[in-house]
């Protein structure tokens, strides 16, 4: 994909979030980019809260894993919306 290429460009070897907000927008899909900043904004900032907090992280489990701060998150889009 474009995040791909574009890390093999910089010779990165990790595609991280604002890689896929990148491909994203050059792929047409403007309309998802400022609710995903907001998300990935929103989860950097809870990743840097460390452990005090509650939920997930304390019983050991992660609803959204990630890999060295890289976020990763399943995303659904109903066909109607891809059809546009």
């Not at 997930?56 to 998150?73: D, F, I, M, T, W």
Request: hydrophobic share 25%; with cysteine; aromatic share 6%.
């Amino acid at each position: 994909g474009r995040a791909s290429d574009k890390c093999q460009r910089e010779k990165r070897k990790t595609i991280n979030g604002d890689d896929l907000l990148w491909a994203m927008s050059t792929l047409g899909f403007e309309d998802y980019i400022e609710p995903l900043k907001i998300y990935l904004h929103n989860y950097r900032e809870g990743d840097n809260k460390g452990s005090s907090k509650s939920g997930p992280e304390q019983s050991g489990k992660r609803e959204l894993g990630g890999h060295q701060g890289v976020p990763s998150a399943q995303v659904t889009l109903k066909r109607e919306t891809l059809a546009q």
